[in-house]
């Protein structure tokens, strides 16, 4: 678990900016749940067969003795809510939401216990062109963040009983095939053989290319509705490729579901995932209703912006600087009164002691732009001293009541 520091802040800012601007463009609103839920909140929706279940959460008896855990991912406590406070069975839903989960996972580069992610979730729509368009909308959002060298994967895994078919023949194969398995793979073929599918070794893989397909055992509505995302991509101009070993490591997922992938973090190359949840709302104790929605790694792409981008921390656009008589109190004064006249300017003001050298030290450590000097002579007359910082250009004295005025003129040409 990480903390998040202010030379990294300016680059979590702009990723919540444009997720929350793109969202908001879909016609999507917040929602905000709790880090800590019921532990049933999550095994029956993600499944007690899977790792986030059996390994992963951080789980605990409160001093009632009821099982609390804090939540390793964002759907199953949005569906809660929006079972809860009645949000369903209506017209179409559309949410989004922010913050950390948790999971006892080994960290590694883009994978920690604390982790963040955004997510959109879409609630009472069934057709392929809601799937199609939540596609298109994380790409968007890539788009607008600068981010463009990731590779979407998509794949549909049917209904329940279309699963549950394929998972009997994949099932009879991997026996037949025991010796070749490795370690991890011989304990997901009894526990959920699906996840074999999605197996790192490179032995596995290879022998994953005999496999029965799943795409093999879809029955007709499955395969329009898989069809029909793949021309609506297509009509929207995004790329894709159809990977039929794709799975989700929940087991609330059916028919259409897709990752974005990026080969610039190494092993853990998944930024964004998501997919269809038509049984979700069902297994959470309501009645039966489609959803969808997706949620990206905060951490990850975080870290591909910080490759790829150059912005720099929040730094103040003025230090004021004080020395004298009845200075601090006016420059606060006249601190809080900047703040007040001009949107957006950030001033900071000298605190403490300290001589005018080691206060013009402090200014150019801070990274503001320019020094507002404020020392007696300036305090009697009616004026303050404007010193630029970063520029060789001659110091102005200006009127207190004319201040605002050039600070404003000088912000304008700084965007």
Known sequence: ?????????????????????????????????????????FTRAIGTATDVVEKEMYSFE??????????????????????????????????????????YERPQKGRTRQFHQ???????????DVDAELIRMGERIWSEMGLEDFRLEINSLGTAAERSAYKEHLVSFLHA????LDEDSQRRVERNPLRVLDSKDKGVQELLAEA?????????????????????????????????????????????????ITDELGAQGTVCAGGRYDGLIELQG?????????????????????????????????????????????????????RGDISGLRVLSHSGSGSFRSQFKRADRSGAALALVLGEEELANGQVVVKRLREHLPQETLPRNELSRWLRDWLAKQV
Not at 15 to 26: D, P
Not at 77 to 95: F, K, M, S
Not at 118 to 128: I, K, Q
């Open 1 to 41: 678990m990480h903390d998040i520091l202010p030379a990294d802040s300016a680059l979590w800012h702009r990723l919540e900016a444009v997720a929350c601007s793109v969202f908001s463009r879909y016609g999507f609103q917040e929602i905000r749940v709790p880090i800590l839920e019921k532990t049933e909140v």
């Open 62 to 103: 409160d001093r009632n003795g009821e099982s609390l855990s804090l939540r390793p991912e964002g759907t199953a406590g949005v569906v809660r809510a929006a079972l809860q406070n009645g949000l369903l069975y209506g017209q179409p839903v559309r949410l989004w939401y922010g913050g950390p989960m948790f999971r």
């Open 118 to 128: 955004l997510g959109a979730e879409v609630f009472g729509a069934e057709g392929p």
């Open 177 to 180: 095939h025991a010796d070749q």
């Open 212 to 260: 029965p397909q799943l795409g093999d055992f879809l029955g007709e509505n499955s395969r329009r509705h898989f069809d029909g995302v793949c021309s609506l991509l297509t009509r929207l101009g995004v790329g894709f490729q159809v990977n039929q070993r794709l799975v989700r490591g929940l087991d609330y997922y059916s028919h259409t579901v897709f990752e974005w």
């Open 286 to 338: 309501g009645k039966p209703w489609p959803g969808i929605g997706f949620a990206m790694g905060q951490e990850r792409l975080v870290e591909l912006l910080r490759l790829k981008d150059n912005t720099q921390p929040t730094v103040p656009h003025v230090y004021l600087v004080m020395l004298g008589s009845g200075t601090k109190t006016e420059g606060l004064a006249l601190a809080e009164e900047l």
